[in-house]
């Protein structure tokens, strides 16, 4: 078998050695052989791709420590304005119940012009109406001089009668408490009947015989007749009117908006029979 003359053996090395030998020589002649310039400008050919490499880190990593910068300034910023919203939202919130309160102190004195009794103003600190058994908590007890069975009304109508009293606190029965009853007419017939609860903002009206002509729509006042309230307070309005055996079914939604309660106005313990009424005119 023939050797080849450029493979790995003696006599290929030889030939590779002269070949490195002669390339060697060229280079060196091309690039000089009198000084270093270049071969310094050769070292800078092979270095300016690791150069530019370095260049693109350097400013990729100064433009990643700007953009950090910038993220946490924008998320102080963000921090700083959501803290400012929250306190913008609280003294608007702040703003309207004050606001609020101006207008149904208002709206109370207004009411208590109409009524010709000797009234006072309290203040709803709890609405207990959806517990078992509950009702309204006023800022009052027998410190102000409350007693049980005084009225209680606001400018859109009767809300109850006071239930107990402590020292400083007194509860409210709500008409829609379904141990509520209260004496009451119609506007049209004047017929006379008992408000009994049943649930939030609903009750019925019992013992009204079923020959009279009642009308949906129609308003429902107080009678006078428990010595509770004054006949003409407006309790509600007639929302269904069922013929029973004996008797009609009315039922009624009240004109209180109980889950609104802020100020209302306590009557007098056992105020006159007739007085005017506080709006809606004489029924």
Do not use: C
Request: net charge positive; charged share 20%.
């Amino acid at each position: 078998m023939r050797a080849r003359p450029w493979g790995w053996n003696p006599t290929g090395r030889r030939r590779w050695g002269i070949l490195a030998l002669w390339l060697g020589h060229a280079g060196w002649l091309l690039l000089g052989h009198g000084g270093s310039g270049r071969w310094q400008n050769a070292l800078d050919l092979l270095s300016r791709p690791s150069q530019a490499i370095s260049l693109k880190w350097q400013a990729w990593r100064h433009q990643r420590s700007l953009n950090l910068r910038n993220y946490e300034t924008a998320v102080a910023e963000v921090q700083q304005l959501r803290a400012r919203t929250e306190q913008l939202q609280m003294a608007a919130i702040a703003e309207a119940q004050s606001r609020g309160e101006a207008e149904g102190a208002m709206r109370l004195l207004e009411l208590k012009k109409l009524v010709p009794l000797e009234t006072r103003g309290a203040r709803v600190v709890a609405n207990l109406r959806h517990a078992p058994y509950g009702g309204l908590v006023l800022d009052q007890g027998e410190d102000a001089g409350l007693v049980p069975d005084q009225g209680v009304i606001v400018p859109e109508g009767v809300v109850g009668r006071i239930w107990s009293v402590s020292a400083q606190q007194a509860s409210v029965l709500p008409l829609d408490a379904y141990n509520a009853s209260t004496a009451v007419m119609l506007a049209r017939s004047r017929a006379t009947g008992v408000l009994q609860g049943v649930g939030p903002g609903k009750a019925e009206i019992r013992y009204i015989d079923r020959q009279e002509v009642v009308q949906v729509g129609e308003p429902v006042y107080t009678s006078g007749l428990d010595r509770v309230f004054p006949r003409g307070l407006l309790v509600g309005y007639v929302t269904a009117v069922r013929v029973r055996e004996l008797e009609l079914g009315l039922e009624v939604a009240l004109a209180a908006r109980f889950d609104r309660l802020h100020l209302v106005l306590l009557l007098p313990p056992k105020p006159p029979m007739q007085v005017q009424p506080p709006a809606g005119g004489r029924p």
